[in-house]
């Protein structure tokens, strides 16, 4: 004995077409949260440290970063800063590409620091950044902690 099929057919074709439909959209949607997760940056951080002597030193340089980059800030602790040393900062940025960093900020410090611990701020950029120190008296020469950090795309 064969077993009827108590509903319609175009009713479950409609019924499959509408479940195919939605398994589609959410296929679309967990493919577009995957894009986003996988592009998200990853903070990463680099530390040193730096002994200043009387020329301009590279604290940190990035000149080709691999698409936008997103650096965020450099600390750098001057606790061993005393009345007789005057230092530099200043910040470049490349917005060519192959072009020279261009000198965008200047910041000087004179004498003990307070608080010790100096925050520059960075911008986004897509050809790079360079942030740099020069002792620039005739104290001691003094190193210098930094540590820098940046988004990045996995």
Not at 32 to 51: F, K, P, Y
Not at 72 to 91: G, H, P
Not at 115 to 136: C, M
């Amino acid at each position: 004995m064969a077993v009827q099929n108590p509903y319609d057919d175009t009713i479950l074709l409609a019924l499959v077409a509408i479940i195919d439909a939605i398994c589609d959209e959410i296929l679309e949607d967990t493919g577009a949260i995957r894009e986003v997760t996988d592009a998200e940056a990853i903070l990463t951080e680099t530390v040193g440290q730096i002994t200043t002597t009387g020329a301009e030193q590279n604290v940190y340089v990035a000149v080709a970063p691999a698409g936008i980059f997103r650096p965020i800030c450099v600390k750098i602790d001057f606790t061993n800063q005393t009345a007789t040393e005057t230092v530099v900062l200043r910040t470049y940025y490349r917005i060519a590409l192959g072009g020279a960093l261009v000198l965008q900020d200047t910041v000087t410090y004179a004498g003990v620091v307070s608080p010790e611990l100096i925050n520059i701020d960075l911008e986004p950029n897509r050809y790079g950044v360079a942030v740099t120190i020069q002792n620039i008296a005739i104290g001691t020469h003094r190193a210098y902690d930094w540590e820098v950090f940046y988004e990045e795309s996995p």
